[in-house]
Every structure is written in C-alpha cells, then in structure tokens.
C-alpha cells in the first residue's frame, strides 16, 4: 500500500515494507546507491530516476511531477558533488529472507546540502527522503506536461462511454471513491449513457491549473461528440505527493446546445 506525502521541501514516497532483525552494512554499500540515484537525478529525465525503482513505488509517482521536482532541485542545489562520511549510515533488516537496506546522510551539491534517506530491497529503491534548506517550499507550480493527464482523461471517459463502470470507478482516487460508491458510480453511468448515448469523438480544449491555500489542482476540459450532440466534460487532479489525483468529474451539453 503506498503512502504519499504532500508536496514541499521534503518528498518521500513510501512502499510499505515489514522488517525485523536490524544490521548495521556500513558506508560503501549505501554510497553507491545514493551516487546513482543523484546521477539519475541530475537528468532532468525522470525514467532513469523511475528506472532505480519497485515497480510498487512507481505506482504512486507521475513522471511529469517527477520532472518538475528534478528541475527545482537541480536548479536551486546545482551538481551533485558527492556523501558527507560522516554521519552517513547504511543499515539492513531481514523479514521472511527479504532484506530490506537504508540508507542515510548528508549529500553534497554546488549551491547546498540535503539530507537524503533511501530505502531499497534487491537494489530497487522502495523509499526515499530528500530535504534541503535550498529547496524553497513553494517549488510546485504545475506539472512539467499536461499530456500525461490529457491521455489519463481521455481513458476515464473512454472507460465511462464504453459502460465499463468498474475500470472508470477504478480510476478514482480514494478519497472520491469514499464519498461515490461503485453503486452509484454505476447508476451515474447507465444514467449518463442513456441521456447521451455513445461518444464518438473527444476532443481536448482547454485546462486549468489552480492553487489554494492547501490544494493544488489541474483541470481538464474535453468537447465529447455523442449520439445526442456534443458534451463538455471535464476531469479535475489534485496533486498529492508525486501524484496527479482524479479526484472529481462532471458532464454537461456543451455551450448553446
């Protein structure tokens, strides 16, 4: 199950991992992990940096606001220069045959420090920590690229007109899914469907990103051609961690219709 914390100078996406039996490895073991997580980093490109990690952890991590946090970082700290020795730990513990590692100090770049913690299990990173006082709190202003989000909507509505409730529900991040259950998402469905009939074409037309004091949100507008004469439906994302949340959705006849 993942856990996400909210956007700031401190990211950290957490694959939930049961441990036993600690160890300590040393500081070779731990550097060489930390060296290629930051060279990966220092890309710009967030595959290589997806690449490093469990297949669980990249679940809950949109490249485009991967990207975003690289560019910030690697704008404000400037190079990677290298492990501070001391204070710099790597530790294991075992559960069941699977070892799981951590490790954690102080990284070195051109304009500052930060202090890293990552955790990995058969070299995948299934967790890491980064914060530094460069890093302003203010860093997110979007995702770098809508585009991710653009296909994300269009699949949900696609999901929706084709009747396949389930999936589309699916999508739906679980806070949505709290307050609309599967049965009623069903109902909304059959309902919609029924008034609307097929959609036999979506275009994109426009999108919005706004910001309050505690969220942080993109909304997407799509002009959906049904049997029953064109629709304006919109999908709206709430950024949360290094994710894009669907966390709401709405259809109506598009303007003079």
Known sequence: MGKLVKIGCV???IFAVLIAVGVYIGFSSGSATQEKFFQAFATDDPAPVMALM??????VIDPP????WQKAFNKNLGAFKGLKLNGFSTSSKVENGMKLYESKGEAEFEKGTAQVELNYV???IVKFTVESPQMPKAWFTGPDGTEFYR??????????FRKEADAAWGMLGSQLQDKVSQVDFNKQVEEIT???GTCKAMTFQTEKFEET????DLRIFFRLDTDH???EGMTKFQFIGLRGVLLGYNIKPAEGQ
């Not at 469990?54 to 679940?59: A, G, V």
């Not at 296909?151 to 929706?160: D, I, L, P, Q």
């Open 11 to 13: 990211v950290a996406v």
């Open 213 to 216: 004091e505690d969220t942080q």
């Open 151 to 160: 296909e994300k909507a269009k699949e949900f509505w696609a999901r929706f």
């Open 65 to 68: 606001i991967l990207r975003a």
């Open 54 to 59: 469990h297949p669980e952890l990249r679940k």
């Open 229 to 231: 004469g064109p629709a």
């Open 194 to 196: 029924t008034n609307f």
């Open 122 to 124: 058969d070299d995948q």
